[in-house]
């Protein structure tokens, strides 16, 4: 199968139904998108009630790379109506699911440290141009933290009629919602993987649909950060031999 950026991934056909095999690759270390079979696995247990993820039916390991088997999940990359995103996240961060996955980042100063974090892992002269462009609005962390996806880009949400599924489920964490928000409506992943950016009536249109005022509001304060972090990733995946990514680079860099 194709689309997935990072993985090896197969669709098998048969049985009772169509199954998803995916070998992990462990060659490159994705500073922002942590690349775990375990935390995949592990989620898709605990969320299967929800009927929102693949069921997981097998996992394990073969030669230095782990791997998951699943259900295949019906649909297409989600391309329009961001209110179904919207709504599927915020359930996701409703839940009351006990759950172990690494914490994310929480407030400014974690966003600071992860940022240049990213930055210092690039080599070209325009890293020393991003790291003057750090915003520097103090943001406390939050105390209400949640289970997050961690990658919610359009490729990840499989749109059918029975439904959105959310797949990739490599990177999770214990977290600030504001952190899903930001990836999804990152004007770069949605460049890579929708083909543009959203407008600015589909933004509205899915912060509305969130409904969680306290977050959205905290969101907007972050999103100089989250811009400003992606950007640096832009700049080592750009670095890494994705030139895709060079209009992302400039797309986050517009954003804020």
């Known amino acids: 199968m194709y689309g997935g950026r990072t993985n090896q991934v197969w ?9 998803v095999l995916k070998l992990y690759r462990a060659s ?8 775990d079979a375990a935390l995949e696995a592990r989620c898709l247990q605990a969320l299967e009630i929800t009927g929102f993820v693949p069921r997981l039916r097998a996992t394990g390991r073969h030669h230095n790379g782990s791997w998951v088997f699943y259900d295949h999940a019906p649909g297409s990359p989600w391309r329009q109506e961001p209110e179904g995103v919207a709504t599927l996240l915020r359930k996701l961060h ?16 974690d966003l600071a440290l992860h940022g240049q974090e990213i930055l210092d892992s690039c080599t070209s002269e325009t890293r020393h141009r991003l790291a003057k462009l750090r915003p520097t609005e103090l943001v406390h962390p939050t105390k209400h933290t949640c289970l997050i996806h961690g990658d919610p880009v359009a490729g990840n949400i499989l749109v059918a009629e029975s439904g959105m599924t959310l797949i990739d489920w490599q990177c999770p964490a214990i977290g ?12 770069a992943m949605q460049r890579l993987y929708r ?12 912060l509305s649909a969130y409904g969680q005022p306290e977050i959205i509001d905290r969101y907007q304060t972050l999103r100089p950060w989250f811009c400003w972090r992606m950007a640096a990733y832009c700049l080592w995946r750009i670095e890494n031999g994705a ?4 209009e992302g680079l400039q797309l986050e860099l517009d954003a804020f």
Not at 95 to 107: E, F, K, Q, T
Not at 243 to 246: G, I, K, L, N, P
Request: glycine share 8%; proline share 10%.
């Open 195 to 206: 083909g543009s950016p959203l407008t600015q009536s589909e933004e509205n249109q899915f």
């Open 243 to 246: 030139s895709d990514y060079a």
């Open 94 to 109: 409703t839940l009351a699911v006990p759950i172990s996955v690494p914490n994310g980042c929480n407030g400014s100063a």
């Open 176 to 187: 600030d919602p504001c952190e899903d928000l930001a990836l999804f409506l990152s004007p």
């Open 28 to 35: 490159l270390r994705n500073p922002l998108f942590r690349n």
């Open 11 to 19: 669709k098998i056909l048969g049985g009772d139904s169509d199954k």
